[in-house]
């Protein structure tokens, strides 16, 4: 994915005594698109992940669709930033391969919001990412991670037209391995759930 890496910390930031508001957040998407490395690129703490190296045991079910790809997420990611002294999102980033979704359902449980993570060489694995939150009524927006190979060049509106996505689901564009990157993603997040909540105040 490039040299343009993000520095991993090197020990455990401790929760400040004022955090009072914990959000869980869950990373899904496809297979290799990024969902690791931008839990890894945000959290302020060393990430726990559940990456195994990929063996000859997974070809042929595990496909990275050209990706270049040698380990493998096989539960989820678990990852912590803190937006300010009181409110700590806690991220948990999905596997995305299908035989693994049967995981997604529970995860979703008591989750505030999600970032569905695209990448545009394989568009088609997010449908399930969308169906499924959709379904459980999990508000959401969609992140396209750009890779540096990506020669797709697909505009933000042909994305949105490809994937269905309705007007009010934002949209961006970001890169995975960039601290600044993924925090603008979340916050674009948070900016859409406290949009969702004032609207659903004003409706009688």
């Given at each position: ?17 004022t ?77 995305g ?27 088609d ?58 925090k603008n ?7 859409h ?12």
């Amino acid at each position: 994915m490039g040299s343009a890496t993000s520095e991993l910390p090197s020990h455990r930031t401790p929760l400040s005594d004022t955090a009072e508001t914990g959000l869980k957040i869950v990373v899904v998407g496809g297979f290799g698109v990024g969902k690791t490395t931008l839990v890894r690129s945000v959290s302020e703490i060393r990430p726990l992940n559940t990456e195994e190296v990929m063996t000859q045991a997974g070809v042929g079910v595990d496909e990275p669709g050209g990706v270049t790809k040698t380990t493998t997420t096989v539960a989820f990611d678990f990852g912590r930033i803190s937006l300010d002294e009181r409110m700590v999102l806690y991220l948990f980033g999905a596997p995305g391969q299908g035989r693994f979704w049967f995981l997604w359902d529970r995860l979703f449980s008591g989750t505030l919001g999600a970032v569905v993570l695209v990448d545009t060489r394989r568009m088609d694995d997010s449908w399930y990412a969308i169906d499924r939150l959709e379904h459980h009524r999990t508000p959401f927006v969609v992140a396209v991670n750009r890779f540096e190979d990506d020669t797709s060049h697909y505009s933000l509106d042909e994305i949105r037209q490809a994937l269905a996505l309705p007007g009010h689901v934002p949209l961006i564009d970001c890169d995975a391995r960039l601290r600044r990157s993924g925090k603008n993603v979340l916050i674009t997040l948070v900016d859409h759930l406290r949009a969702l909540a004032m609207a659903r105040e004003t409706t009688p």
